[in-house]
C-alpha cells in the first residue's frame, strides 16, 4: 500500500464534496510528473486529501484509490477546458483515477503546523515550491498526520 497527498481548492472541490459523492473521478490532472503518480496508483492507496488556496490551507480529510488508473475522458472533449488536441484516444496522454471518500479529519491539520513539525521535514508539501496537486507520502508521514489531526493544536 501506498500513500499520497491529493489538493483540491475547497470551492472547487472539497472533501466534503467527495462524502457526499462517495466516488469521484479525480480528473483534469495535466501536469506531467502529478500524471506519472497517478500512473503509480493502486486501489487501496491511501490519500490525504488537502486543501489548498485556503485560509489556511491544509489536510482535511482522508480517502483511498478506488480504481486503477484509466484515461481521462475530459482530454477528448472539444470545449472542455480539459480538452488536449494532442491527446490520441489509441494513446491518451492523461489519466484519472477514480477516489473514495473514508472520512473528514476531526480537525484541519494546517500547513503551518506540518511545516513546523520537524517529523515533516522532508514531506514534499511543506518543502518551498512544491506546487504538485498530487504528491508522494511515506507511511512514517502519514501516520504523523494521522497523530496531529487527533491532537489539540499548539496555540
Same mark, same amino acid.
Given at each position: *500500500?501506498? +500513500? /499520497?497527498? *491529493?489538493?483540491s481548492? $475547497?470551492?472547487v472541490?472539497?472533501?466534503?464534496h467527495?462524502r ?5 473521478g /479525480?480528473?483534469?490532472?495535466?501536469? +506531467?510528473?502529478a ?14 486529501? +488537502?486543501h489548498?488556496?485556503?485560509? $489556511? ?13 484509466? $484515461? %481521462?475522458?475530459? !482530454? ?7 480538452? %488536449?488536441?494532442?491527446?490520441k484516444?489509441?494513446?491518451?496522454? /492523461? ?14 491539520v ?7 513539525? $520537524?517529523?515533516?521535514?522532508?514531506m514534499?508539501?511543506? !518543502? ?20 496531529m ?6 496555540k
Amino acid at each position: *500500500m501506498a +500513500y /499520497w497527498l *491529493m489538493k483540491s481548492e $475547497p470551492d472547487v472541490f472539497s472533501i466534503e464534496h467527495l462524502r457526499r459523492k462517495n466516488v469521484a473521478g /479525480w480528473d483534469g490532472v495535466r501536469n +506531467y510528473q502529478a500524471r506519472n503518480f497517478l500512473r503509480e496508483m493502486a486501489v487501496g492507496d491511501g490519500l490525504l486529501f +488537502y486543501h489548498s488556496g485556503a485560509e $489556511p490551507s491544509g489536510v482535511a480529510g482522508l480517502a483511498e484509490v478506488a480504481s486503477a488508473p484509466s $484515461p %481521462d475522458p475530459t !482530454q477528448f472533449v472539444r470545449g472542455h477546458a480539459r480538452f %488536449d488536441p494532442r491527446s490520441k484516444r489509441e494513446d491518451p496522454t /492523461w489519466v484519472q483515477v477514480e477516489v473514495r471518500a473514508k472520512a473528514k479529519l476531526a480537525r484541519l491539520v494546517a500547513l503551518a503546523e506540518l511545516k513546523a513539525n $520537524p517529523a515533516l521535514a522532508q514531506m514534499r508539501v511543506v !518543502q518551498q515550491g512544491s506546487r504538485l496537486s498530487i504528491q508522494p507520502v511515506s507511511a512514517s508521514e502519514w501516520q504523523e498526520v494521522l497523530r496531529m489531526a487527533r491532537a489539540t493544536p499548539k496555540k
